[in-house]
């Protein structure tokens, strides 16, 4: 026996249990990930600007991240999933690549642009969701006016932190198209009618794009008829027309109306979430910190952290978009609601 | 020993496999179900007497089963399913009652009726596929003009062979509403955005009413782009949004266009089909039996049948919708389809 | 309009519902089927007779069907399923072919028999209990002393029903052994654990044989420490290692040791069950019928039958093999437990 | 616009994903992780020192985590999970608690020490496989002579990274038993057959210990009859009775034996996977560098590294248990096999 065990046992790459326990085994999840927003107002100037100085070519994307200050390195939103704005100007192409990770965009403002997903060219409009699952090849190019920009959202922190991370460039630039402009959305969005000469292929939705014109008529359709969520308001899941269940394996994207004055019930679960504000003036308190958004800003609520929504117009609706990573903890045994009350 | 052992074992509830073997294990299977069609021409004249002539207190539903020729005993359009007519007029009602067959109705014809299922008001337009799933309170009221037609379609045959079959009456002759009128299809009817703020219950679709108006866009919105079907054309399914997969869980509900000049390949299959036309004339060939079919014919194609489509029109679609049994033989692990060429 | 009507629309294929209501929605299950018993040693002499009588080549398979008195045309012995009493005698053999309808196998007497399944042999002992999965080739050899005889179960009336019932004869008498004898037993049949180079193929398992070795260890290792099912005692389910679900889709299939003096609890549901006495000796009251059962017997309890269960010994266990087509009516959402008490 | 946009935009919480993007989208996994292996023989006598030199009062739990030299902060054995190597002396007792972390234990050396799982008493014999599925209580006792030591397998660095941690004390030191002894082992260890009076109850298994005389048996019956994986050896994997799958819903955990002589093709996939031997020694390349191993070792192959098994003795087995993350891969859409040839 060596004079200091602990050391001996070091060498041999071991390490005493008992001198980490409560770290490992803290008694509530501990997350580095704060409430933070990000204001579109302070951040578009920084958008166009970087559109002038940087070329596509030197950038392949030009996004900026969304760094939780809590979580610099490696930079993630919250603790699994990422949001990032992208900017695209006219005549500009962005290199076909795929990745492992499971990617969305959520388009904020701009017409004319497109993205080609896996041979598809799928067009963008303001409030349009658009699909890129994991390992899907994709490029974008824009032949509108003015500058086209939207929200990205991707798993990338989680997949990285699960060892799973691909990439791969096509050998081109863009994607040859091999169907139809936009036939995904034509083939499945409509009152829940599935092509029955297609199969499922993969464990993502098929739709390459779910249109905002399709998001209103159902704000519109349902209007003020059921109370919905008493946390989240009129909220809806995009899905995956094979399953019923979200859009990709590890995220949940979803949308919310909250109606002139909506005061929400506070509430806590495990899954961390990224809101994006379509429209609408309101104040999210997360742990006690007031985050007050406006259109197109996005914000951060970390697992576990209590919110709870407020929308400041006694005369408009709020409409949030948000993700989170709900899935993934289903599907692994570890998603939790606080059931308690909270004063 | 007795003189006959084969009286002898008869006296104990015994008999000899050996004597019975073909019957019992066919090469392939045979149905005493026929191709057959009903013409809705000739059969409208009949519903409207009947519905002059019989009180609807009397009939508890005034329906004209469509019964196969071979299925007299018990009554069966093709071996696990059922479709007849209803006719309502305005004022009258229909008993509540619930049964643990499913059922649906096609609306065919009029204006200003609705079903009430489970406390909600759905009201029916031409075209609307409404859903009664299994052990749902349902009755009809027509507060309209002029005589109101719909196809019904049920699994009886399956469940009464499953030694399933309940049915219960309610206490008073209608429902009261509960929730507001037709707030299941305003609530899941739309871009493949569903509420997160309710959950599953049961196995069927919680949708009431997949109106026409969706299914018409759905055709459009498809167009011409893609192929389709080389058997059943554009073929759609009605779908339960919580899993994706058929409204109710014996019964495979579809709608079919078949373009101006379509000619189908010949198919077959296990499930057994009955076919409703919405609008179109063709003629399907049935085991070498032409079924010539127009406007609001009923056709049956028994399972196992060869069965092949024609649109005799060179300028118009012909449309068609169709329930079979297949969910309830993929369930059991007995759905097959030929996979041989045929000539 | 025709003097008749009910004639003019018969002769158009359609009859009126109003005429036949009460017989198609019944107000509860209503069968044909009753509640029976075929004593085993009673048949057991004709069984020997008919060995002796007729030969395999004459017969194919030499079995004595259990015919439901109620269900004659076609035989059934209750609604869905099938139990016959099959002998084989040394130095036989048994034709080989496949049917779509699933059977198994439960070994009342005899050693030395084996039937090959899709080129496994897998041997026969008293207890033993071999499955035949639906379109599984199989065929039987004996060649040990004296006759060797054993429970056929099978759900070729519900195949049937369902019109998904195919037959097919194998070119030659036999099929040659294409792996080990008794192979699947020696991967599958221990604590749990399931051989990862092998995959999931078709819906049943993959196991030949649950031997009865097995059966009485866990008879044995459960004890009495545990009360069991009120209804069925200790009550356990042969399952498919895949799935830890029914090993066929269309039967479940159970083994209950009723300890000395067990007096069950009546129970209803709507699943039709057909039990085989292992051992012991005791009486069955079904729907107010007592059946008094001892070694080797077979009874039926048509579905929604009141049944309750008395081990009439006092000093020793009765056991029995039963197996009920509720699978099937679990998948079809038909399946229904009565959970009001009974007197 | 400020002097410096990378300076502005810092300020407001973004960051150019330009600067990021190799590092974030790499082409394949990148894992701090290393081939290494922790020599059983070496630890031990440091096991025996702590367990003199430190109360279980003091240490809670005393146990050497076995730490990857690429992991340290936090630490862990491969990327997701987690090995130690626990003992305990007679008399001793182990403070109850519960986490949401999955644990499991495979027991090395030591009898007469039993672990109580939500209530249930489970004894410890060596090569048994117990679980602590999450949010189940557990405590230890020991009260056999000489010390007890044990595996322990945690997947609590996924749960830390899931942000889903829960961690709590009971309120006293052990908690009193409210089943009998080892019942769930006695009530699902059988040849497949399942306890039909009791339901599923969470994602785990029910079963507390699979007992190494079971998996002996299974290699025995296995034999080499069948050549099992070429990769693996014989495999086996532990499930669990109610769904056929893993026995918790983010590990695998299997037993390999590796037969005289064995020398493994080479492989890789996403998965990172710890292994412990039973009995043996050989030889594990990874990546290039090769781990030799002998009785009780313990060793980590990271996620996407290439590994070959070899047993170096020519007459006598190698058994390895181990454990991975591709349940959880699975889950997430993120688990992926190179099937390229090595060569």
């Known amino acids: 026996m060596t004079a200091d065990p602990y050391e001996a046992i070091d060498a041999l790459g071991a390490a005493p249990l008992w001198r980490y326990y409560g770290n490992l085994f803290p008694p509530e999840p501990v997350t580095a990930a704060v409430p933070f927003l990000w204001r579109y107002d302070a951040l578009r100037p920084y958008m166009l600007h970087f559109a002038e100085a940087l070329s596509l070519q030197e950038a392949e994307r030009r996004v900026l991240m969304l760094v939780n200050p809590g979580l610099k390195e490696p930079p993630a939103t919250v603790d699994n999933l990422y949001a990032g704005i992208q900017i695209i100007l006219p005549g500009e192409t962005a290199q076909a690549h795929r990745h492992s990770a499971n990617a969305f965009r959520f388009i904020i403002e701009g017409e004319g642009a497109y993205t080609t997903v896996n041979g598809e060219r799928v067009h963008m409009h303001p409030g349009d969701f658009l699909l890129t699952p994991g390992w899907h090849w994709h490029d974008h190019s824009h032949e509108g006016q003015g500058p086209m920009m939207w929200l990205d959202g991707l798993d990338y922190p989680l997949v990285n932190k699960m060892e799973a991370a691909f990439f791969e460039l096509l050998g081109e630039r863009l994607q040859t198209p091999t169907v139809p402009d936009d036939q995904s959305q034509r083939l499945f969005i409509h009152g829940r009618l599935t092509p029955r000469w297609l199969h499922r292929i993969g464990a993502a ?139």
């Open 205 to 343: 939705s098929p739709i390459g794009n779910y249109p905002w014109a399709e998001t209103e008529k159902a704000f519109e359709a349902i209007g003020d008829s059921v109370p919905g969520s008493p946390v989240d308001g009129i909220v809806l899941e995009y899905t995956n027309p094979w399953t019923g269940g979200p859009v990709m394996p590890t995220m949940s994207c979803r949308i919310s109306r909250l109606r002139p004055g909506f005061s929400g019930q506070p509430f806590r679960h495990t899954a961390s979430t990224i809101f994006h504000v379509v429209r609408g003036h309101g104040i999210t308190r997360v742990n006690g910190v007031d985050l007050h958004w406006g259109p197109h800003d996005v914000f951060a609520v970390p697992g576990w952290s209590v919110y709870r929504h407020e929308n400041l117009a006694t005369d408009e609706d709020a409409v949030l978009f948000h993700y989170s990573d709900e899935p993934a903890q289903q599907a692994l045994g570890l998603y939790r609601v606080d059931d308690r009350p909270f004063r």
